[in-house]
């Protein structure tokens, strides 16, 4: 039984890989991004499996295991690929899908909500600027937006009445069940529909394909709750999506603002900051980090400055240090958040304060002194170990340095005792002779007895082209039409490496939800392992686009060169029994 694509995004989303393989073995960071194990499926005295956190997938380095959540407990557990989609399932509180007509139902119900929400954003915009009542538009004018800003973020307004939207969407056609599943309008004790967003300003919700999949809504009065967001539907997760996210992913730079709320997003993007993302009403969530980390290397966190921004800040840095983000805290003196300083200041101004932004280490160090006196020396010690965890959390030992001194001047103590405070705990529990025999297992496996693809040993050159065009596709989904025209299949010499780039080509249905989970079912354990390994293996590197145009030189080199030559006897003799069975 086929599973669907996205019933099998929702699944790998319910059961994070690192959460699923910390239940089996002991799994500690290796940088800031990764996590290493024992691997669980051969013997070793030290770690050379990987977890990758970015790509939700494993890699062991030692036996070649591999793949995603779904590959490891069909591994682990011994169980087929639906054996372990249930198994996953029932961990998640899931129901597995039982025929492939649930895709169908499930796809036509995703495209009504879909077609709903943009005629409701339609709706709530001509309310906005043309309706009856004006107080929505009162609200944006005073807040300095301007009418192509309100246009480009397609805000509106949703009428102080009962049924304004549900009688509108009925006119169109829908049901009411269609727009209650919609999370439009809900129903009273009585069993009768009425509109969920009354009186309030509205900010559409976009993914990143361009679908609006919710809405936030804010009151103009002290009612409550002031914002009110989508519910959970099958196209909405407040926990998995960010506001302004389409327009922060098209944006020139890796520097990404994560803001408290929409009007911050939209007076940092009108100011001309269009990398400025919000949460959608809660504290960040990991799926919320990860989907940043493909898209910036470095993000600054912009929250109100006052308990409840400081408290969602600390919560915000251990999110996107799992992720391995880096992070800056930006600090306005003069003002409560970006909005209002902009007002005050101007975007020139916000921008050098971007610039001057402070690092998390500030932040986390300055957190660790708080509720203790310095002056009394209990509190500098309970400092100082505090302190220590956050100093030994430091990557770069340069970087370590500077903040050790720091820390050992604001305490009077010698900087050679904190020093040694701190490099006793990097040490415990990471040897050297782990570190070295890590390297050597990734060295041995440069070249193997090769049993998966045998033909890479003849054609070395061109598989390891063909890897690379594979690990580049992987990455960029987004463009597999254009992948597939420049590096057809076809160009490919070895059979394993065309069947793997083939199949993920003929997989791939949304970009977003596409996951090696896919394959499970045309590829054996061992196989999925190898396409976990390339991936695996080309992350430290990457590809660019010239590399891509290389790895294509190399392919379409090679069939021109077959091309010119005689057919080998092997040839030969597969021609003459074609001929032969034809006559």
Known sequence: MAVNEEFIYSLRQANPIEDVIRSYVSIKRSGSRNFVCSCPFHSEKSPSCTIFVDTQSFYCFGCQAGGDVIS??????????????????????????????????????????????????????????SGPDRSGLEY????????????????????????????????????????????????????????????????????????IIGFGGRVLDDS?????????TPVFDKGSNLFSMNFAKDSDTTRFILCEGYMDVIAVNQAGFSSAVAT???????????????????????????????????????????????????HMEGAKDPDEYIKKFGS?????????????????????EKGLDLNEEAGRVEFLKRAGKALAAIDSKLEREVYISRTSKKCDIPVEVLKAHVDDIINRGRKTAEKSE??????????????INPEARTFRKEAKAEESIIYYLLHRLQEAGRIAAEAPPDIFVTSFNKRVYSAILNRIQDPARFSISLLNEEFSDQEMGRISGIEAKYRETGLTNEGFEDCVRV?????????????????????????????
């Not at 409550?224 to 959970?232: A, C, E, I, S």
Request: include cysteine; proline fraction near 3%.
């Open 140 to 211: 944006f004018k005073k807040r300095q937006l301007r009418p192509e800003t309100i246009k480009k973020y397609g805000l509106g307004y949703s009428l102080d009445s009962w049924s304004d939207l549900t009688d509108y969407l009925r006119s169109k056609g829908y049901t009411e069940e269609e727009i209650v599943d919609a999370w439009l309008a809900g129903r009273n004790k009585n069993g009768k529909l009425f509109d969920m967003f009354r009186k309030r300003v509205m900010f559409p919700i976009v993914d990143l394909r361009g679908n």
């Open 280 to 330: 959608l009403g809660t504290a960040i969530t990991p799926d919320q980090a990860r989907l940043i980390s493909h898209y910036a290397k470095e993000v600054i966190i912009a929250y109100d400055s006052d308990g409840a921004g400081q408290a969602a800040t600390q919560k915000a840095l251990n999110q996107f240090s799992d992720v391995g983000l880096q992070t800056r805290i930006l």
């Open 438 to 451: 890590w390297r050597n297992i990734k060295a041995q496996t440069n070249f193997v007895k090769d049993d």
């Open 224 to 232: 409550k709750p002031k914002y009110l967001n989508t519910g959970k």
């Open 72 to 129: 490891f407990i069909m591994k682990i557990e011994n169980l087929t690929f639906m054996e372990a989609v249930k198994f996953l399932a029932a961990r998640a509180g899931m129901e597995v899908p039982e025929s492939d007509s649930y895709h169908d139902r499930l796809s036509q119900r995703r495209t009504r909500i879909y077609e709903m929400n943009r005629l409701a954003a339609n709706h709530f915009y001509r309310n906005l600027v």
């Open 555 to 583: 392919l379409n080199a090679h069939r021109s060169s077959s091309a010119d030559q005689p057919p080998s006897v092997d040839e030969l003799n597969d021609l003459f029994r074609s001929k032969k069975q034809h006559q």
């Open 348 to 368: 020139d101004r916000f921008r050098l304060l971007l610039d001057e932004s402070g690092n998390a280490v500030n932040f986390i160090l300055d957190n660790c």
